[in-house]
């Protein structure tokens, strides 16, 4: 079964750390770019950051550049996200994604279940 | 405020029509496919249309995409109870070169 299962989520201090992530299962998981999206409590969805396959070329939201840190361990079929100086508004459920530039014309056609992070004194 | 402008709810009647609305600008829906996710309450996003119009093997054919110019539309019939959700339009744009969603919609079958 194609999965993808985010672990990490938790309560930290403003100006915190914390590191999520993302196991891959079912699939080559080498193959595709990833993409980390969150969801603040009761609003929408926000793109977060992206990583290709090999993992040489990241790009990021605004909001999280110099902060946030993606990156992917292909022999470990494992998606990261390290998050630094933690803000109140990064409070979130984190979402992992697999972009499928094949079948779906880079549609995101998987989805974890999700982690939440509370930024919070 | 989002890149894309979505209704914040629509509702109907069960078995009847419903069509969703995504306004963008050049930059994104009028130069990138539009996908669109649906979102169970309490559940992760799903992939419901890609491409502007193509479903998704599995996805129920009750369910279409559209797209013209700058504007994208999600068109749901025969509407079920099993259909509330919130349901976000998503595309590429060129000028921020992020992915962006739409601020979602709130789908009520009364």
């Known amino acids: 079964e194609v999965q993808l299962v985010e672990s990490g989520g938790g309560l930290v201090q403003p100006g915190g750390s914390l590191r999520l992530s993302c196991a891959a299962s079912?699939?080559?998981?080498?193959?595709?770019?990833m993409h980390w999206v969150r969801q603040a409590p009761g609003k929408g969805l926000v793109w977060v950051s992206r990583?290709?396959?090999?993992?040489?070329?990241?790009s990021y939201a605004d909001s999280v550049k110099g902060r946030f840190i993606i990156s992917r361990d292909n022999a470990k079929n494992t998606l990261y996200l390290q998050m630094n100086s933690l803000r109140a508004e990064d409070t979130a459920v984190y979402y992992c994604a697999r972009e499928n530039s094949g079948t779906y014309y880079d549609a995101f056609d998987i989805w974890g279940q999700g982690t939440m992070v509370t930024v919070s004194s | 405020q989002s890149v894309l402008t979505q209704p914040p709810s629509v509702s109907e009647a069960p078995r009847q029509r419903v069509s969703i609305s995504c306004s963008g600008s050049s930059s994104n829906i009028g130069d990138n496919a539009v996908n669109w996710y649906q979102q169970l309450p309490g559940k992760a996003p799903k992939l419901l249309i890609y491409y502007d119009d193509q479903l998704p093997s599995g996805v129920s054919d009750r369910f279409a995409g559209s797209k013209s110019g700058t504007s994208a539309s999600l068109a749901i019939s025969g509407l079920q109870s099993e259909d509330e959700a919130d349901y976000y339009c998503a595309t590429w744009d060129d000028s921020l070169n992020v992915w962006v969603f739409g601020g979602g919609t709130k789908l009520t079958v009364l």
């Open positions: 990583i290709i396959s090999d993992g040489s070329s990241t």
């Open positions: 079912g699939f080559t998981f080498s193959s595709y770019w």
